[in-house]
């Protein structure tokens, strides 16, 4: 009997999860046959791996020394199906994903087209929700992966950035600021801001910058906090204030003369996209070649 990866990974699920009945869910298999597998590998080693109990699963000496070899098999595997899927222009199948807002109103629509045109043969339903949201879906194994624009810590999730962005101050065309070049973050704060609302990942990026050059955000004129990139992108049209947003949101307005991108001259808000999955899973091949592809697009290319 050979060495069974697809055994290492059970194993290694059910030490991360702590139990054979959360790794059954994590891997969407029946309880019994996750502990039929994990049985097999301890066959095959000739030790006991685990130490079953009523209240939790405890690992035996043997089973805490082949834990990092198993972790080290299931990275081996997901560094392979990302190496070699820019080499499969065949594959087929359908892509379940969640986005939040900016990502999935303005910047995916862009890089779809492009995507489609190599690999034809993959579909992809995205779902646009926001962080809290997408995790959730994740996490009942509803998405096989969420696309996100802050960094979140989730003990069952990784998280990697994919893409990188930058927020922008935008002001109405009309605007004291419309016709400068450039502005000092101390001239911006003088005028009225409309933002996204409390939480948003364009919210916390800009704050932490802020932060960054000793500026409380609470210190902002604040006018209004809405719940959508184009609900702001309307307020600052009719001149109600001025606001940070993503470059690739405002590239419609901008061209229309409705909006004025003025660059900060002390300070860049730059943040980056993730990708978050179950660190439990594996994904399909068409999901990491997807990845792989927004990893090696320079964004602004088609923004």
Do not use: C
Not at 106 to 112: D, N
């Amino acid at each position: 009997m050979a060495l069974n990866f697809h055994q290492l990974h059970i194993f290694y699920t059910v030490a991360e999860r702590g139990s054979f009945s959360a790794a059954a869910q994590a891997l969407h298999m029946t309880q019994p046959a996750v502990t039929m597998q994990v049985q097999s590998l301890e066959d095959y080693f000739g030790t006991k791996l685990l130490l079953r109990s009523t209240k939790r699963i405890d690992l035996t000496e043997a089973g805490r020394a082949l834990l990092p070899y198993a972790k080290n098999s299931i990275d081996l595997i997901r560094d392979t199906d990302q190496a070699m899927s820019t080499f499969t222009k065949q594959l087929k199948g359908r892509l379940q994903l969640g986005s939040s807002l900016t990502i999935g109103e303005y910047v995916l629509p862009r890089l779809l087209g492009p995507f489609g045109q190599e690999y034809p043969h993959i579909s992809i339903s995205m779902k646009v929700m926001n962080t809290a949201q997408i995790m959730e879906d994740i996490l009942n194994h509803q998405l096989n992966f969420g696309l996100i624009e802050a960094p979140v810590n989730h003990p069952d999730m990784h998280m990697e950035a994919v893409m990188s962005d930058e927020l922008m101050l935008v002001v109405p065309s009309g605007h004291p600021l419309a016709e400068n070049k450039s502005v000092t973050l101390a001239e911006a704060m003088q005028y009225a801001f409309v933002l996204r609302e409390q939480g948003s990942g364009t919210r916390l990026v800009m704050e932490e910058q802020l932060k960054k050059k000793k500026i409380d955000p609470a210190s902002m004129k604040i006018v209004m906090e809405l719940g959508s990139t184009g609900a702001v992108k309307s307020a600052v049209e009719a001149g109600l204030g001025i606001s940070f947003l993503s470059a690739s949101s405002v590239k419609h307005e901008v061209a229309l003369g409705l909006i004025k991108v003025v660059k900060v001259s002390d300070t860049k808000f730059l943040r980056h996209f993730y990708s978050i999955y179950l660190k439990s899973a594996l994904l399909p091949i068409s999901a990491v070649t997807f990845l792989t592809f927004l990893r090696e697009r320079d964004l602004q290319q088609w923004l």
